[in-house]
């Protein structure tokens, strides 16, 4: 899901945007909505993204009733563990992404928003996604996909979202002790799982 390649910088702008994303004073430096931490601290994530991770995953994660919410599951916690394994450039460019979610000065470009994404009403935050995901500028909508891909990876990898879906989880063993053995020798390969046999 996250390799060396960029996911996210797409020409002379991405970069640019990205960049200014983290630079800007001011607007930029309006306080993000106040979120626990998770009990072992962050591994890649600061406070300010983090509080927008929390927010894009309780948009993104609509989970059916009884099933569990992205809150119950910290999946914003998991995605910065998952994060902790990617590499160097991929761990800033997440950074970077969303602090351009949660940076007010980059909000108003963006979208005419003075607050930040964190912030916002829950139906504002759809909206934003929305706008994310359907921009004309290509550096959005594939950051929108690199979140949602990471998000949901992070929810649905959880063992607790199975039952929800009637998934019962991987088999427990792999290994069939009656399945056919072949060992070569001239002779042809038996039938078994994956094998065509000429009709």
């Known amino acids: 899901?996250?390799?060396?390649?960029?996911?996210?910088?797409?020409?002379?702008?991405?970069?640019?945007?990205?960049?200014?994303?983290?630079?800007?004073?001011?607007?930029?430096?309006?306080?993000?909505?106040?979120?626990?931490?998770?009990?072992?601290?962050l591994k890649v994530l600061g406070a300010r993204e983090y509080a927008a991770l929390v927010a894009i995953a309780r948009r993104i994660v609509t989970p059916k009733p009884g099933a569990p919410t992205a809150d119950a599951l910290d999946v914003a916690a998991?995605?910065?563990?998952?994060?902790?394994?990617?590499?160097?450039?991929?761990?800033?460019?997440?950074?970077?992404?969303?602090?351009?979610?949660?940076?007010a000065l980059a909000g108003v470009l963006l979208g005419g928003r003075i607050t930040p994404f964190s912030k916002l009403a829950p139906?504002?935050?759809?909206?934003?996604?929305?706008?994310?995901a359907t921009s004309r500028?290509?550096?959005?909508?594939?950051?929108?996909?690199?979140?949602?891909?990471?998000?949901?990876?992070?929810?649905?990898?959880?063992?607790?979202?199975?039952?929800s879906v009637g998934y019962s989880g991987p088999p427990k063993a792999f290994h069939d002790p009656n399945a056919p053995v072949w060992k070569g020798g001239g002779e042809p390969r038996p039938p078994g799982p994956g094998v065509w046999v000429e009709p």
């Open 1 to 41: 899901m996250i390799t060396r390649r960029s996911l996210i910088k797409r020409g002379i702008f991405g970069g640019a945007l990205l960049t200014f994303g983290g630079g800007a004073l001011g607007l930029a430096l309006r306080r993000s909505e106040p979120v626990t931490l998770p009990a072992g601290g």
């Open 78 to 103: 998991g995605c910065d563990r998952v994060l902790a394994q990617a590499d160097e450039t991929s761990q800033v460019e997440v950074r970077q992404l969303l602090e351009l979610f949660e940076n």
């Open 123 to 132: 139906e504002e935050q759809d909206l934003v996604l929305h706008e994310w």
């Open 137 to 163: 500028f290509v550096l959005r909508r594939t950051g929108y996909l690199a979140l949602r891909s990471l998000v949901t990876a992070v929810y649905w990898g959880n063992p607790k979202t199975w039952a």
